[in-house]
């Protein structure tokens, strides 16, 4: 018996970027996006996760002015690795097309009421955080 463990998001990053996609993968409805032509984002649950994280691991003051810049970028690196993959090695044009659609869709909707809510939201629950001493 064989298998294989993809280990594609296990790079070595920093915390913020974790936190970052953490947020964008659990509080932003995309699924919606290709159905609707928008998505939301639930802003309590990413109160929730900011609040917890916090509690383990208080961010610095660079990192809270970091997160809401970062969040709109995030999913590149992934977005860019399914269309090397869908364009080079599965070639299937239609799940490259789709890929492409993520990469540039995502990075839209941040441009957009809901996307910049988001944005507004993070910036201003962020604010509440003391950096912790020595950060």
């Given at each position: 018996m064989?298998?294989i463990?993809?280990?594609g998001l296990?790079?070595r990053?920093?915390?913020?970027?974790d936190?970052?996609?953490?947020?964008?993968?659990?509080?932003?409805?995309?699924l919606?996006?290709?159905?609707?032509?928008?998505?939301?984002?639930?802003?309590?649950?990413?109160?929730?996760?900011?609040?917890?994280?916090?509690?383990?691991?208080?961010?610095?003051g660079?990192?809270?002015?970091?997160?809401p810049?970062l969040?709109?970028?995030?999913?590149?690196?992934?977005?860019?690795?399914?269309?090397?993959?869908?364009t080079?090695?599965?070639?299937?044009?239609?799940?490259?097309?789709?890929a492409?659609?993520?990469?540039?869709g995502?990075?839209?909707?941040f441009g957009?009421?809901?996307?910049?809510?988001?944005?507004?939201?993070?910036a201003?629950h962020?604010?509440?955080?003391?950096?912790?001493p020595?950060?």
């Amino acid at each position: 018996m064989a298998g294989i463990f993809d280990f594609g998001l296990a790079n070595r990053t920093y915390a913020v970027h974790d936190l970052a996609l953490a947020l964008e993968r659990a509080v932003v409805s995309w699924l919606d996006l290709p159905e609707t032509g928008t998505a939301t984002a639930d802003l309590a649950a990413a109160a929730v996760i900011l609040d917890g994280y916090q509690t383990v691991r208080p961010l610095s003051g660079a990192e809270v002015a970091a997160l809401p810049r970062l969040l709109p970028v995030v999913h590149l690196e992934y977005a860019l690795s399914e269309l090397d993959y869908f364009t080079g090695v599965a070639v299937s044009p239609a799940h490259a097309d789709l890929a492409y659609e993520y990469l540039t869709g995502h990075a839209r909707w941040f441009g957009q009421p809901p996307g910049a809510t988001l944005l507004g939201f993070l910036a201003e629950h962020l604010r509440a955080y003391r950096p912790s001493p020595g950060r």
